[in-house]
């Protein structure tokens, strides 16, 4: 069974169709790749994933479970995270608190006990610590783990976003335009990190891309999406030969 | 110094701040005992505790969770007069002076509590400036309410109006305890510096533990990116409740401490209207966002001003303004921050240490 399963997936804003029986089926630990001209709907697919919008119609199912216009919270916590085309990072707090509001839901202690210092919160504190450095030595980014997430440099603020994304555990970590903004050079080791992160964390992934290195260089397979609709879909080197799909997006 | 360089950066922060708070009150209880501090002060000394508190519990709506209230002394009007109502009640059943107190002031931070649930659950779930209007009117609703309220207790129970006294029905033994305007007369004078100070530093503890626990990481990325906190999982409206309830319930206990220090309790416009709630904001502001510290020293400094500049008589409230726009240029202007880190006293310390290593 695929670990991710989308039926029929629409959308309206008033009488703009943003999204039209979109179907998608991911199975567990592939590496996904949604692409797609300006405005075809990626990101607003994103969105009803994980739950910002509700569909105006289809189902989306995650490893057996309807998780169709569920809240964003009840998503996360079956297991879908996600990071953000233009960076959403809580830039006035340190890169390890960052990676610490991710594992909130993984490692717990009540407020209470959080304020009288309790045994339960060191003891929690301490792992979750423990925990956060992992992650941030895997993104190369424990020796910054006392700065602001705002005084880190663009490469870096993408991978703490990834880093906070995979700190709650997810079973589907979708990536907004990962290399956005990112050099030759960044966007190299961004494709290490993401095959990386798919290996070492037994990941599935989903990304959006509009860099065809990146997307040709790690996507098995591919979804092209034009105007709402879905255009192409299969592996990624038989969709980008596709004939209506260079002419819709990578030009004649 | 060890024992300081093992703690980590924020822990140490912390551990400054409250010394300094311990370093002032002994500072001034010598003084005190010792009968070198006028009048005029030692009648300050529990307001400035007030004030601190306020400042603080306010920090935590404004700076930390990033919702802007302007109606915070209406929850410090509401432990007051809960505080205030519940000695008067119990003067004869309670004998025990400091148990009595205890209790007061629990019930005091109670009751503000419940209240900021109130108000939070309906309006925290908006996004915007709503929790500004709410309070706004909710202070002002408060004060004018227990402006116009009479309570009165017999032996058949409590008596409640908000006309006047004669239509409480009491019987001849009855005592008026909430007599509208005229408030609650009577209170027992039972704060002094010392418990404002075990407050404070009670407030304090809560605040930066909270700040520095798994719930106070949660309010704080609410307030730097909601989006982003719900994508990771964070209940926005449980956290955002839980921190504006915590910061009314310390109001409260602001509230009870104020009104033990007065003999007879009124919800006047100058304390508990508007101008206190902005007075408190004013100290926020100044004392700077999610910084405690900052909030006490601006709280101590802007309720002493006035009293000492009292002896320059009609200029005192233009001394008293160009005194906080200089405050605020030294503390937040971009250049004088980088003057400020260029001279800090910490290099001069530093510099020296390096010498002497060498």
């Not at chain 1, 509009?210 to 397979?221: A, F, N, Q, R, W």
Request: aromatic share 8%.
């Amino acid at each position: 069974m695929a670990l991710l399963e989308v039926k029929n997936l629409g959308i309206s804003f008033g009488g703009l169709r943003a999204v039209n029986e979109f179907c998608i089926k991911i199975e567990k630990g592939q590496l996904y790749g949604l692409i797609g001209p300006n405005g075809a709907g990626k990101t607003t697919i994103f969105n009803m994933l994980t739950g910002v919008y509700k569909p105006t119609d289809g189902i989306i199912t995650l490893d057996g479970q309807n998780i169709t216009g569920k809240k964003t919270i009840e998503i996360n916590k079956a297991g879908i995270a996600r990071t953000f085309q233009n960076i959403r990072l809580f830039k006035d707090l340190t890169v390890l608190d960052n990676v610490k509001v991710g594992l909130h839901n993984n490692y717990k202690y009540s407020t209470v006990e959080g304020i009288l210092r309790l045994p339960a919160y060191r003891r929690t504190e301490k792992v979750m610590n423990e925990r956060a450095m992992e992650l941030l030595e895997v993104f190369g980014i424990a020796e910054e783990a006392e700065q602001l997430a705002a005084n880190l440099p663009y490469g870096k603020q993408r991978k703490l976003e990834i880093a906070r994304a995979l700190a709650t555990d997810p079973k589907l970590l979708l990536l907004d335009e990962p290399a956005a903004g990112m050099n030759p050079n960044e966007t190299l080791e961004l494709m290490e990190t993401i095959r990386f992160v798919r290996d070492n964390f037994d990941m599935t992934i989903l990304l959006i891309e509009h860099d065809m290195k990146l997307v040709s260089g790690i996507c098995e397979e591919l979804t092209v999406l034009n105007f709402g609709q879905v255009l192409a879909q299969g592996e990624t080197s038989e969709v980008l030969n596709n004939p209506e799909v260079i002419k819709a997006y990578l030009g004649e | 110094m060890k024992f300081m360089k093992n703690m980590n950066k924020t822990t140490r922060q912390n551990m400054i701040t409250y010394a300094m708070v311990i370093l002032a009150y002994i500072i001034f209880q010598t003084l005190s005992v010792t009968g070198n501090l006028s009048s005029l002060m030692q009648g300050l000394l529990v307001p400035l505790c007030t004030y601190s508190i306020l400042a603080v519990s306010l920090n935590l709506t404004v700076g930390v969770l990033g919702e802007l209230s302007l109606g915070h002394a209406g929850f410090m009007c509401i432990g007051a007069f809960s505080s205030a109502f519940f000695t008067a009640c119990t003067k004869d059943i309670i004998t025990n002076d400091l148990l009595r107190f205890m209790i007061a002031f629990l019930i005091a931070a109670v009751c503000a509590g419940i209240f900021g649930i109130l108000i939070g659950i309906p309006v925290l779930r908006l996004q915007g400036d709503y929790l500004a209007i709410v309070t706004l009117a909710f202070g002002e609703i408060i004060k004018n309410i227990i402006n116009a309220m009479y309570v009165g207790l017999d032996e058949n129970g409590f008596h409640f109006s908000l006309k006047d006294s004669m239509s409480l029905n009491m019987t001849e033994n009855g005592r008026i305890i909430i007599k509208g305007a005229q408030g609650i007369t009577g209170t027992a004078r039972q704060s002094n510096f010392t418990i404002g100070i075990i407050l404070l530093l009670l407030t304090l503890v809560i605040v930066l533990n909270l700040m520095n626990s798994r719930s106070g990481r949660a309010i704080m990325s609410i307030r730097d990116n909601r989006i982003a906190a719900e994508s990771v999982g964070i209940d926005i409206t449980k956290y955002k409740i839980m921190a504006f309830a915590i910061s009314a319930s310390l109001a409260g206990l602001a509230g009870c401490l104020y009104a033990h220090n007065l003999s007879s309790l009124t919800a006047l416009p100058k304390n508990f209207g508007y101008n206190m709630s902005i007075m408190i904001l004013v100290y926020v502001v100044l004392g700077g966002m999610a910084n405690m510290r900052g909030s006490v020293i601006a709280a101590v400094v802007l309720t002493m001003i006035p009293e000492l500049l009292r002896e320059i008589g009609e200029y005192r409230m233009l001394i008293y303004a160009v005194i906080m726009i200089v405050m605020m240029i030294f503390n937040w202007s971009p250049k004088v921050k980088t003057w400020r880190e260029a001279h800090s006293l910490k290099d001069v310390f530093h510099k020296r240490n390096v010498k002497e290593a060498k």
